[in-house]
């Protein structure tokens, strides 16, 4: 005999959205319960006998989820001299998808049972496991007249009268009411009494929550453009199948310690909520770097189980860049880079002036270099347009540019830069002042130059440090703020065809000290204490100061005769007894430099001592 069951298990999230549940649990709401609104897609009629026939016309099951009532009803049949077969039932139906199990159950219901006019006890009003044997709730045989749990709910309500909670562990559950003569014969039972057409067995479910666990991972299967061999690009998609009893309600792509994501519609109200997935899509995550990178897919079920995959991709999303190197005479070299696939081939094409068309040069593309002869014309004064692809299929195409720094003007005076450098005095604003042309040497007027500067100290971030525009000439200038040694990045990035160029500057900026003497001038052998305090433009010091050298010139040549060291503020002090011999001496501090404070090798002023 199979009894009758109903499960509820607390709805922890509303349909369509995926549950707030435990990893490896979730719920199945139904009807009246919380974020099920009013829908039963959970249980379902049966009607069971032992012989394995079926009687509908002994038994009432009405679904109303959805509907007016909202409830779900199995009954004798509300009709006087109306039977039921011996061991026959109707019941509420729930069953638990493959390899689950049910494990706890919330529901709001009500059950009764009532004796016939002449007195028999002929049904059973019963919630059941699986097993069919195991009642954890109901009225049964020798049940007392007007046997009843639960409560009447009216339409549209829950209480705390109606509701119950039970742990179970099972993969079926049945709530329902079933023929069983109280007198141990093989008759029918009378459904409803005769007086007035009351059913005698009758089983109300107004809302149920089904917790269902779930402890299998999924199954996941990536494939696509993405998993093919050699470089790919960030454009390229992965593809997956994944499966799972309850269904599958994500997947995710993790690399480089992004992840995108791809989210499927879920009901939690159906047993199984997710659908399995065939050729799904994941985009490669934005903002992935580029390089031999370890991507992780994971399939989530219905549960939160995840599937994982792992596959190893190389991935170059950065086009190659070309910098206009040399362009003298005939000859013509640009400079071809790409940090990750490498640069696999490429193109120059050059004409006179922009009423020619262009033609394609024989070029030679060794050691990251573009090279070509030009078969006419000078190479300063002709159009170019070069053409390089990488490894991974990235392409750039443009005409290319030339970026100079060519000084640093401190005050009224200027600076060269030499080998992307250029010395300004400590304390001092300078502005950096550049060109920028196209490949014949056109001034390219109107682009914007931007610059990052790095705090030449190790580990140190590049930080937005300004940006100009260029001028009819096509020259620009930068201002740089008095400070410490920087490197700065100096950038065109490319525009109306032209191809993107940098250039970086080291700005070097020397160590500045104060020096004081406790007397200048002496009558003889005599100790003096030098003082003073290392300038710092709001750098730090470490913790343990700086080391310091003092100077004395003597004979033509400075000569080192004592060192000390900073405190954390930059103060320093030093004694030295001298012996006494008549002269003029110069004084001064040589600060070294040292790679925890970013200023480079410098001297404070140099003051007299006069000895006899």
């Known amino acids: 005999m199979r009894g009758l069951g109903v499960l509820f298990v607390m709805a922890a999230t509303l349909f369509p959205s995926a549950p707030a549940a435990v990893a490896g649990t979730y719920d199945v709401v139904s009807c009246r319960a919380p974020g099920a609104g009013g829908v039963n897609s959970a249980w379902a009629p049966l009607l069971s006998a032992l012989d394995g026939s079926q009687q509908p016309e002994g038994f009432d099951l009405i679904y109303d989820c959805p509907g007016a009532s909202s409830q779900l009803v199995a009954r004798s049949a509300a009709r006087a001299g109306q039977d039921a077969f011996w061991l026959h039932s109707a019941n509420h139906h ?9 494990t706890k159950l919330v529901i709001w219901r009500w059950g009764q049972l009532v004796k016939t006019d002449g007195g028999m006890n002929d049904w059973a009003v ?5 097993d069919g044997n195991t009642p954890f709730e109901g009225c049964t045989l020798g049940a007392a007249y007007e046997c009843r749990f639960g409560a009447i709910e009216p ?17 079926v559950l049945n709530w329902g009411v079933s023929c069983v003569p109280g007198d141990g014969t093989f008759r029918s039972c009378q459904t409803a009494r005769q007086s007035d057409g009351y059913p005698l067995a009758s089983m109300i479910i107004y809302g149920s929550v089904v917790t269902i666990t779930d402890p299998q991972a999924p ?8 998993l093919a061999t050699g470089w790919r690009r960030p454009g390229d998609i992965l593809t997956y199948d994944a499966s799972d009893s309850t269904g599958i309600r994500s997947a995710r792509l993790e690399m480089g310690g992004r992840t995108a994501r791809d989210t499927r519609a879920c009901d939690y109200r159906r047993p199984a909520p997710c659908s399995n997935v065939a050729g799904g899509r994941v985009s490669v995550p934005s903002g992935v770097p580029d390089g031999v990178l370890t991507a992780r897919i994971v399939a989530e079920d219905a549960a939160g189980n995840p599937g994982v995959a792992e596959r190893i991709i190389k991935l170059d999303g950065t086009p190659p ?28 094409e050059v004409r006179k002036n922009s009423t020619e068309p262009y033609r394609t040069l024989d070029a030679k593309v060794e050691n990251g270099r573009l090279s070509a002869k030009l078969d006419r014309g000078s190479a300063s004064r002709i159009d170019m347009r070069v053409t390089v692809r990488d490894a991974a299929g990235n392409v750039t195409q443009g005409n290319p540019t030339r970026l100079t720094v060519t000084s640093a003007k401190v005050g009224r005076r200027f600076r060269k830069v030499r080998s992307g450098r250029v010395k300004v005095p400590f304390g001092r604003v300078s502005t950096l002042r550049g060109r920028l042309t196209l490949s014949a040497g056109q001034a390219f007027a109107g682009q914007t130059i931007v610059a990052t500067a790095a705090v030449r100290r190790r580990r140190a971030p590049a930080l937005p440090a300004g940006s100009a525009v260029t001028d009819r000439r096509g020259r620009f200038s930068l201002r740089v703020p008095a400070g410490p040694s920087r490197t700065y990045r100096v950038a065109f990035n490319g525009a109306g065809g032209a191809l993107g160029v940098a250039r970086g500057v080291s700005v070097r900026v020397p160590a500045s000290s104060t020096i004081h003497a406790s007397r200048t001038r002496l009558p003889g052998a005599v100790r003096v204490r030098f003082t003073g305090r290392l300038r710092t433009r709001g750098e730090q010091i470490p913790g343990r100061g700086l080391v310091l050298i003092l100077q004395g010139r003597e004979r033509g040549h400075w000569r080192t005769f004592a060192d000390t060291r900073t405190n954390r503020k930059g103060s320093w002090h030093v004694s030295y007894r001298f012996s006494g011999r008549p002269g003029r001496y110069p004084i001064r501090v040589r600060i070294r430099r040292q790679s925890t404070y970013p200023f480079e090798l410098g001297y404070s002023r140099a003051l007299i001592v006069h000895v006899g």
Do not use: C, H, M
């Open 94 to 102: 729930f069953t638990a998808p493959a390899g689950t199990a049910i």
């Open 126 to 130: 019963v919630a059941q496991t699986d």
């Open 155 to 171: 339409a549209g309500s829950l209480t705390n009268a109606s509701r119950a909670e039970y742990a179970v562990n099972t993969a």
């Open 219 to 226: 199954t996941v299967k990536p494939g696509g453009p993405l």
């Open 321 to 348: 860049t070309a910098v206009l190197e040399r362009a003298s005479g005939r000859w013509i070299v640009i400079s071809l880079t790409d940090a990750a696939s490498g640069v696999a081939g490429a193109t120059l």
